[in-house]
């Protein structure tokens, strides 16, 4: 089980990135998580919202590069050690993890990741107890 996920191509200079915010702002899309990943010239600006595929249309619209894809997300217990045990379980499988990034919400630990073996993966959430996290369940706790 897989959830979108927006990944913007933003320039390294000043203005781009409060262009992306306030098309999400006037669009009352609500951010949920986000990371930034920079080179010298450009970033990539990742992010789960309330409404992907709409933020998607309102910032292609706005003439920004985006691109949607699926990643996946894990909810954890909130406990020292947790999100250690969950990429444990996935290196012993062998699937690497290409990015991840994670975060707190209502108490729950929630780690978002890419992989290129996404049936692999599935197996290993469920395997080790392991929990997927929808969309709707995100947006419902924000």
């Known amino acids: 089980m ?4 927006l ?8 203005g781009t990135l409060i262009k992306v915010l306030q098309i999400l702002k006037q669009s009352e899309i609500q951010i949920i998580a986000s990371t930034i990943a920079d080179t010298a010239e450009y970033g990539i600006y990742r992010l789960i919202c309330s409404e992907p595929l709409r933020a998607y249309e309102e910032l292609k619209k706005g003439g920004v590069a985006v691109a949607l894809s699926d990643v996946f997300a894990i909810e954890l217990d909130n406990e020292p050690g947790r999100a250690a045990d969950a990429i444990e379980a996935f290196s012993k499988a062998g699937i690497s993890i290409a990015y991840l990034y994670s975060f707190l919400l209502a108490g729950k630990g929630i780690l978002i990741f890419r992989t290129d073996n996404e049936k692999e993966a599935e197996q290993v959430v469920k395997n080790n107890g392991l929990k997927f996290i929808s969309e709707e369940n995100l947006t419902a706790i924000v």
């Open 2 to 5: 897989t959830i979108n996920q």
């Open 7 to 14: 990944s913007i191509f933003i320039e390294n200079r000043s």
